[in-house]
């Protein structure tokens, strides 16, 4: 399930006092799974020109450049000050694995800000904004990494009640 927008929120108004939470919104504003964000090297990352480069991914179309929006920039220049070949790195400046993450970051996170996500919620609620803003699918599905429609369209995409409300009053 995506993220509320209210829950969004609260992210943006906390990240600058638990780095962290900067992955969240990462994770929220590229459609990336957190195996992909883990994996990404900063030697990928273009930041000059606002993209990065999924070279590990689970499906061959998963391989792909990926925008950077406007607004995560200072997120992905913090994390780019970081001495770590890895984006995103534990305090000790090594890689995460997927566990360590989840365990020790992910988890307490959720708990201190009394909320109730997985990591792949983050992709539903990429997914569902770019929908709600009327992005073409064919943009969404190579941003986020999927090659046939119907995922993107029946797994992945929610849509709040205001945007349906707004859509049958256009009728």
Same mark, same amino acid.
């Given at each position: 399930?995506?993220?509320?927008?209210?829950?969004?929120?609260?992210?943006? +108004?906390?990240?600058?006092?638990?780095?962290?939470? +900067?992955?969240?919104?990462?994770?929220?504003?590229?459609?990336?799974?957190?195996?992909?964000?883990?994996?990404?090297?900063?030697?990928?990352?273009?930041?000059?020109?606002?993209?990065?480069?999924?070279?590990?991914?689970?499906?061959?179309?998963?391989?792909?450049?990926?925008?950077?929006?406007?607004?995560?920039?200072?997120?992905?220049?913090?994390?780019?000050?970081?001495?770590?070949?890895?984006?995103?790195?534990?305090?000790?400046?090594? #890689?995460?694995?997927?566990?360590?993450?989840?365990?020790?970051?992910?988890? #307490?996170?959720?708990?201190?800000?009394?909320?109730?996500?997985?990591?792949?919620?983050?992709?539903?609620?990429?997914?569902?904004?770019?929908?709600?803003?009327?992005?073409?699918?064919?943009?969404?599905?190579?941003?986020?990494?999927?090659?046939?429609?119907?995922?993107?369209?029946?797994?992945?995409?929610?849509?709040?009640? #205001?945007?349906?409300?707004?859509?049958?009053?256009?009728?």
């Amino acid at each position: 399930r995506p993220f509320t927008k209210k829950d969004i929120q609260k992210l943006w +108004s906390c990240y600058q006092s638990n780095e962290y939470v +900067s992955v969240i919104l990462i994770l929220i504003y590229t459609g990336l799974r957190i195996s992909e964000l883990l994996a990404l090297r900063k030697d990928d990352i273009h930041l000059q020109d606002r993209w990065f480069f999924v070279r590990q991914a689970k499906t061959s179309a998963g391989v792909r450049e990926v925008p950077i929006a406007e607004k995560i920039v200072p997120l992905f220049k913090h994390w780019l000050s970081k001495d770590c070949d890895a984006l995103i790195c534990t305090p000790e400046s090594g #890689p995460f694995t997927y566990r360590n993450y989840y365990d020790s970051y992910w988890k #307490p996170l959720m708990n201190q800000l009394n909320m109730s996500y997985t990591p792949h919620c983050t992709r539903h609620t990429c997914i569902s904004l770019l929908t709600e803003r009327a992005v073409d699918e064919r943009i969404i599905q190579q941003i986020v990494g999927h090659k046939g429609q119907n995922v993107t369209q029946i797994v992945y995409t929610h849509v709040d009640l #205001p945007t349906k409300l707004e859509a049958v009053n256009r009728i």
